[in-house]
């Protein structure tokens, strides 16, 4: 599979909320950097923490790729992010924020090891 393909994998198992294939796209020892700094290492505590985000059912995610690197075993996917959420008082808020995808070739496969989040 050529990255590009896995990279649309991954984003619409996100947007679909599936787990099951969003973790078929997750490296075992994958770390994943939430905006607020906290840090989500491992795909049994990655796995946890999407699971809980999935089931929210008020928030949308749109990408925008803009830039793409691949090199060898490696590939690098900056994307422009534009999330909609309710918070706890159900107020609707919007953030938008860069996202940067690390990928790793595995047997073939194009996996996620680092996802980090940082705000505009």
């Known amino acids: 599979m050529d990255f ?3 990279l649309d994998r991954h984003l619409e198992a996100v947007r679909s909320r599936d787990l099951d ?4 796209t997750v490296h075992d020892e994958a770390t994943v950097i939430l905006p607020n700094g906290r840090t989500v290492e491992g795909s049994d505590a990655i796995r946890a923490f999407h699971k809980g985000w999935f089931e929210d059912p008020d928030w949308t995610m ?3 790729t803009t830039r793409t690197v691949v090199h060898q075993d490696t590939a690098v996917a900056v994307l422009a992010v534009d999330y909609r959420d309710l918070d706890q008082d159900g107020k609707p808020y ?3 924020y860069l996202l940067s995808l690390v990928f790793a070739r595995t047997d073939g496969n194009w996996l996620l090891v680092h996802d980090q989040n940082t705000h505009c």
């Open 94 to 96: 919007q953030l938008r």
């Open 21 to 24: 294939a969003y973790m078929d």
């Open 4 to 6: 590009t393909t896995a």
């Open 62 to 64: 749109e990408t925008e």
